[in-house]
């Protein structure tokens, strides 16, 4: 029982955590369950420190920034210093707010709960890719996924759709229904104003139903003709307006939808606001969530039973986070001892601080070696996010560089510190002999504490 | 993966990599078996691009002689050829984009060409499960979790024979299965602690997924040495910086594609081009490579002759000159395959792009191509044979492609084809004429 103890006391920091800091596991062994319950609260996730302009600030230099880039063009005399540099500060912005949050993983005493904000901040992924997002993806994760985490699935989702940087980065804002007001008084330079389905589509898709609910392309279709509307104030609008979620009722397609087989007779912002509603009670959805989650904590190709059981619990309670995660707590298939998951990069170096108890000084160095290992700050891929699976993230390159990282980081972090004891204050019980041995063998501090990162153990969670 | 001439001078690492499997050893393995596929494949080497987001097909290659492509793309069509900013010529119909020059010059050779309709089996316009489809070879989604293109390089001899590698910092499906790639991705390369790989290797002894990555990661990281350093001399005039470009480089995924200056990113684009020739032409080096390029799904302001889709494929095409330059010689024993998800819809959308399709256009190269002009069947743009009068209707299986060039390109025979790399495709014939 007691090394039944230890091991779950390790699972608990580590697994469902971000990895421990001196001291976690010996404080999670008491109970090791409610040391994750008790991390579960109504107001939602901690708050990078630091990380303070709002959306809507964000917005306001963006559009000044595109404005000064208007005015260039016209004038005719390209991109000058001050659009360089405003191009530069505009990412530097998104920089900080990042740093804010590998800040926050680096230091938090509520592990567990930063990784499932993690995970619905990539469940409803913005991504920095487009220009427009940049500086909004940090903000987006504040106001929209931080405060919602342990509260209803539907609340996320509407805040999510409705906030500018989804509508942006999913080409909703400007999606105008053909037979809007929008769309027969404004002649766009001779451009028909229409449809972009883009967002409905991955709410449909990602965020909710999944892509085996059997919906059609026309369903995709009345979606996103009910979605019209849904937007911000942005460049065209006043600065005074705040720079939030504006529906533009003149753009709104006028009449009743049918998607999946239900009718939605209403009108204006209340009709897609019905449909998130349906979309978010389906049992799909519950399905889906559950699948994502089991996969994400437990294993690439999760065990059923645990599946079914974070299933119940959304269905049960309508949908309710905190339900489902107290639910994975309590699933004895998260508890399983082999690890079997590998670590994503921000996860690999999240874990690596927080074993060292140091945190990142500086974002330059974390931002190049994250983009490396092929997780660029704040930049998923698509829409659909990270990738969890290991062989993704395995990748032979990949490895190298974490080896290399490892060897640079241990460089500047042992000290005099004994490498044996910061690899059992790591990794507990899950510390094997085998690795024990290595670390006590190895010919410097530095080297010793490079072996315990590149262990496979510590590789996993 | 190791050099020929290091088996003479091992290194300690060498030595290491040799015990592990990887190269030498495994060549004696059951080498007569495989001795027909071989001979017909000596020297043959493949290049797969995967375009990720749906590449906009009617935009790579327009169809500027279809009498419904102006009406249907409005402000995103290209004009017609001759004029500013018009589409290159490859026939009476077909142009490239003026942002695929180099392109153009190899199609006007006879080295590149089109398959303009050219579609998965999956029908659902999802970016996640056509990709899927794509990469995995299978008939339905999710059928496999390996790729086609590791499949094939099974079909073609025993474990390691024939070398190949993926550009980009992760793995991606095409090259994931039983056969071991190596990866690559642009970034200084630090010496590390000469121990440590050691230590590694025996610590991941029993890892199948840490052993087999780290002893290939390294094998690879030496070979980078000189496949940059060939690179460096192909740069073009304007590189300025070192050979081995900063992680920001401008195509291959996982990198950031809008971060490098536009003046600056297509010397990016073809240095990579040039790094991945240095790496299939040096001895042991990679015969068949993937390589994932992204930031192709353009919902809103796609541009025509100018803008965002204009810039990505200028990337690709200096990719594609870096590699056609860079292999050199081997180039007329080179089949490069470019393809995507779906293509887009046929209609411009309301915020100046498109949505996502069916069919897209399949890029073609190398110098052991057959001359000819596009294959597979035109559908043409009229309202009725648009596909759910939406999309550009597919003519071809894209596995039928790719069969065309793996049977005629790299000798695999059509039972493998239509029972392990594509399962269940025994009615999708191999494209003919093509290899």
């Known amino acids: 029982m007691a090394v039944d103890k230890d091991i779950r006391a390790s699972i608990a920091v580590t697994r469902f955590g971000l990895g421990a800091r001196p001291g976690e596991i010996a404080a999670a062994r008491g109970d090791p369950e409610a040391y994750l319950t008790a991390q579960i609260r109504p107001e939602g996730a901690d708050r990078p420190a630091g990380a303070t302009a709002t959306s809507g600030e964000r917005i306001n230099e963006y559009v000044a920034y595109r404005k000064a880039r208007a005015m260039e063009k016209h004038l005719g005399v390209g991109k000058t210093d001050d659009g360089r540099m405003a191009n530069r500060a505009l990412r530097l912005e998104a920089g900080g707010d990042f740093f804010a949050r590998v800040q926050l993983a680096a230091r938090t005493d509520a592990g567990f709960r930063e990784r499932w904000t993690l995970f619905w901040a990539n469940h409803f992924t913005v991504s920095a890719k487009k220009l427009a997002t940049v500086t909004l993806v940090g903000p987006f994760e504040e106001e929209a996924i931080r405060p919602r985490v342990f509260g209803r699935f539907e609340d996320l989702l509407v805040a999510s759709s409705s906030h500018p940087a989804m509508l942006t980065y999913l080409d909703q804002a400007r999606s105008i229904g053909p037979g809007s007001i929008t769309a027969r008084t404004k002649d766009r330079g001779g451009r028909r104003a229409g449809l972009n389905e883009n967002l409905a589509r991955e709410i449909m898709e990602l965020h909710t139903v999944g892509v085996d609910a059997g919906y059609s392309q026309d369903d995709v279709t009345e979606f996103a003709r009910a979605m019209t509307g849904w937007s911000f104030a942005g460049r065209g609008d006043s600065a005074d307006s705040g720079r939030g979620f504006l529906f533009r009722e003149e753009a709104h397609e006028p009449g009743a939808r049918t998607i999946m087989g239900r009718r939605y007779a209403g009108a204006g912002q209340a009709q897609a606001r019905a449909v998130m509603k349906d979309l978010a009670a389906s049992p799909h959805t519950a399905r889906h969530i559950a699948v994502k989650i089991a996969r994400h904590f437990v294993a690439d190709d999760p065990p059923p039973t645990l599946v079914a059981r974070l299933e119940q619990a959304y269905l049960r309670t309508g949908g309710r986070l905190d339900a489902v995660a107290n639910a994975l707590i309590a699933s004895p298939e998260a508890w399983e001892p082999a690890a079997r998951k590998f670590k994503t990069p921000y996860e690999f170096m999240v874990s690596s601080w927080r074993a060292a108890n140091v945190a990142p000084t500086d974002l330059q160095s974390i931002a190049a070696v994250m983009t490396a290992m092929g997780q660029k700050p704040f930049s998923a891929p698509s829409p659909k996010g990270w990738p969890e699976e290991a062989q993704v993230w395995c990748a032979p390159d990949a490895v190298v560089k974490r080896m290399t990282w490892s060897e640079a980081f241990a460089t500047q972090v042992t000290g005099d510190r004994d490498p044996v004891q910061l690899a059992q204050v790591a990794l507990g019980a899950r510390l094997t002999p085998l690795v024990a041995k290595t670390i006590a063998r190895a010919e410097t501090r530095q080297e010793g504490l490079s072996i315990l990162l590149m262990s496979p153990e510590f590789q996993r969670r | ?382 309202e009725a044979k648009l596909f759910e009068n939406r999309d550009t209707a597919p003519t071809m299986d894209m596995r039928g492609l790719f069969k065309g060039v793996l049977q005629g390109h790299l000798g695999i025979d059509r039972a493998r084809l239509d029972t392990t790399v594509f399962p269940g495709s025994a009615r999708v014939a191999p494209a003919v004429g093509v290899v």
């Open chain 2, 1 to 382: 993966m190791i050099p020929a001439d290091a088996c003479r001078h091992p290194s300690r690492r060498h030595a290491l990599l040799g015990a592990l499997g990887l190269g030498i050893t495994v060549e004696f393995l059951g080498a007569r078996a495989w001795a027909d596929s071989e001979r017909a494949s000596a020297g043959k080497k493949l290049v797969v691009i995967v375009c990720r987001g749906g590449l906009d097909g009617l935009s790579l290659s327009p169809p500027v002689g279809d009498p419904a492509y102006a009406t249907l793309r409005g402000p995103i069509a290209l004009a017609p050829f001759g004029q500013p900013g018009g589409a290159l010529k490859l026939d009476g119909a077909f142009g490239l984009h003026p942002a695929m020059a180099v392109t153009h010059g190899l199609a006007m050779k006879g080295e590149a060409r089109i398959a303009p309709a050219v579609a998965t089996p999956d029908r659902e316009r999802s970016h996640f499960e056509a990709q899927d489809v794509l990469e995995s070879g299978a008939s339905v989604v999710y059928g496999t979790s390996s790729g086609w293109l590791n499949r094939a390089l099974e079909a073609m001899g025993p474990e390691g024979k024939v070398k190949a590698l993926s550009m980009g910092a992760t793995a991606p499906l095409i090259l994931r299965g039983k056969i071991e790639a190596a990866s690559w991705s642009p970034g200084a390369a630090a010496e590390t602690d000469h121990r440590l790989p050691g230590i590694l290797h025996d610590l991941y002894a029993g890892d199948p997924l840490l052993g087999p990555a780290l002893a290939s990661g390294l094998a690879t990281r030496d070979m980078a040495k000189i496949a940059t350093a060939d690179a460096a001399t192909l740069a073009a005039p304007e590189m300025s910086g070192p050979a081995s470009s900063p992680a920001e480089g401008p195509a291959v995924s996982g990198g950031a594609p809008y971060k490098a200056a536009p003046r600056q990113a297509p010397a990016l684009a073809r240095n990579l081009g040039a790094t991945l020739a240095g790496f299939m032409t040096q001895p042991g080096g990679a015969q068949v490579a993937a390589v994932v390029i992204d930031g192709f799904d353009t919902h809103a302001n796609q541009g025509a002759a100018q803008g965002q889709l204009a810039l990505r494929l200028t990337y690709v095409d200096a990719f594609l000159d870096g590699l056609s330059t860079g292999l050199n010689g081997a180039w007329r024993d080179t089949v490069v395959v470019m393809a995507t998800e779906f293509g887009r819809t046929a209609r411009v959308n309301g915020t100046g792009g498109t949505d996502h399709g069916t069919a897209s256009t399949a890029l073609l190269l190398g110098g052991a191509l057959k001359k000819g002009g596009i294959v597979g069947d035109w559908p043409t743009l009229a």
